[in-house]
């Protein structure tokens, strides 16, 4: 083993504490994942050197697989641990998206698919899944025009959404990682992975009409932010003074003790004042975090207060 892997090694496993505290599905083995982080970059030169220029973005990267709740097992195919902007960030692809809305209960079932020029495609209606027919060993299918994700919800009802290749190339022309590739300061997703993209693209569109879940939010949030795909669809929607709240819940749920996590509830809810939707959601957030650090209270940490008083604090900050 290399210097370089070894110090990573070593910080990946330092860091399980922070990854046990943030942890959002139960399922997800911190030695597993350390070890599947750990060959991803072994088996990457350019990404260890990387790795080795900014160890903290491997923290941090390992940290949000946690608190996300996807895994990095490639035989899973939902998360990715890559090089951006001089640091390791974690890439979720369209699988991995889809298999969160299903793990955190906003769907039932999912599928995203592209439609090519030659292919049968009938819209049935946007409650309604779609027909598309092709022949999928034929050479003749033509490019691509267009792409769809079709779901089913909890109640057992069908939503459909559609994009016309025109529309995700407008998206993928707005993003920071094109521009980036464009300029030809570092190769993106767009061009080495086009048709995940796609996917990916239209399912992002589509989740703001499917039931909501924070850690889906975090996930869309992380891929605009970290992810430099920079696409905000609500954007005309919002006011000068909107506040994401994504961000603040993966700042909040990194917190590591009872008082810290208060301590950031009472700096930061009051963004959030006229945004009751999303005062809620941090609120709710902080308070289930405050209570599992106190369930694993068992490593001699003191929790000296109550989960509770997030709630009575809420007199004090009332959304308007």
């Known amino acids: 083993m290399s210097n370089a892997l070894a110090l990573i090694t070593n910080d990946i496993y330092a860091s399980k ?21 750990i060959q ?9 050197s990387v790795a080795s220029g900014n160890r903290a973005s491997v923290i941090d990267a390992v940290t949000n697989i946690a608190a996300i709740g996807l ?62 027919t092709f022949n999928p060993f034929s050479k003749e299918r033509g490019n691509v025009v267009g792409a769809y994700v079709v779901v089913k919800t909890a109640d057992g009802e069908y939503l459909t959404t559609t994009m016309t290749i025109d529309e995700c190339y407008a998206i993928r022309d707005r993003s920071d990682a094109w521009k980036n590739a464009k300029a030809g300061k570092s190769k993106g997703p767009w061009e080495t992975d086009p ?30 932010t970290e992810g430099a795909e920079g696409v905000d669809f609500k954007a005309e929607e919002r006011g000068p003074d909107w ?45 289930n975090h405050r209570a599992a650090m106190k369930q694993r209270a068992d490593d001699g940490r003191t929790i000296d207060v109550p989960a509770k008083e997030v709630a009575a604090e809420e007199s004090e900050y009332v959304p308007k």
Not at 25 to 36: I, K, Q
Not at 269 to 286: F, G, R, T
Request: proline residues 3%.
């Open 195 to 224: 048709g995940e993209m796609i996917k990916k693209t239209v399912i992002k569109r589509a989740y703001k009409l499917w039931p909501k879940t924070d850690r889906l939010d975090q996930a869309i949030h992380h891929l605009n």
């Open 17 to 37: 504490d922070a990854f046990l505290t943030v942890l959002s599905d139960r399922s997800l083995n911190f030695e597993r994942e350390a070890g599947f982080a």
């Open 71 to 132: 895994s990095l097992n490639p035989a899973k195919r939902q998360s990715y641990l890559v090089p951006r902007k001089g640091k390791i960030c974690l890439d979720i692809s369209y699988l991995g998206l889809l298999d969160l809305a299903i793990a955190s209960g906003s769907i039932k079932w999912g599928q995203a698919d592209l439609v090519r020029e030659h292919d049968v495609f009938q819209s049935n209606g946007f409650d309604k899944a779609p027909t598309h």
């Open 243 to 287: 506040v994401d709240v994504a961000p603040l819940i993966v700042e909040a749920l990194k917190t590591t003790t009872d008082a810290d996590a208060l301590a950031f509830w009472k700096a930061n809810n009051a963004q959030l004042l006229k945004q009751k939707a999303d005062y809620e959601k941090l609120k709710n957030a902080i308070i």
């Open 40 to 48: 991803c970059l072994q088996n990457n030169d350019y990404a260890l």
